[in-house]
């Protein structure tokens, strides 16, 4: 079945890319106007949403470049990764970061 999917560019700080919509359409659902409405709807929040990560994750990355102990950090976890050992940020055990907020998405009746 065909499916709209608006995720955020891929960047280190988003990893494979976040996933801002997910939807299956069929060639009927387009039929209805107020179908298609709200789906223009929800893809202009989930473009929002989108632009809004990428807009965070540049601004900390930048942040991140700018300071000379974040950057020796950033090296030095890189290269400890190159070798073989994983950060305790990143090993499979610690806190999840937290996540940006989910899509204002709402369900209507076609």
Do not use: C, K
Request: no cysteine; net charge negative.
């Amino acid at each position: 079945m065909p499916q709209i999917l608006v995720t955020a560019d891929p960047a280190d700080d988003l990893g494979e890319g976040v996933v801002m919509l997910r939807e299956r359409v069929t060639a009927e659902d387009m039929e209805s106007e107020h179908f298609a409405a709200q789906l223009i709807e929800r893809l202009a929040w989930a473009v929002s949403d989108a632009s809004e990560a990428e807009r965070v994750a540049n601004s900390h990355r930048q942040r991140r470049r700018a300071d000379p102990t974040l950057r020796a950090a950033d090296a030095t976890e890189e290269a400890a990764e190159s070798a073989g050992y994983v950060s305790e940020s990143t090993a499979p055990d610690s806190e999840p970061e937290p996540q940006l907020a989910p899509p204002r998405l709402r369900r209507v009746a076609p």
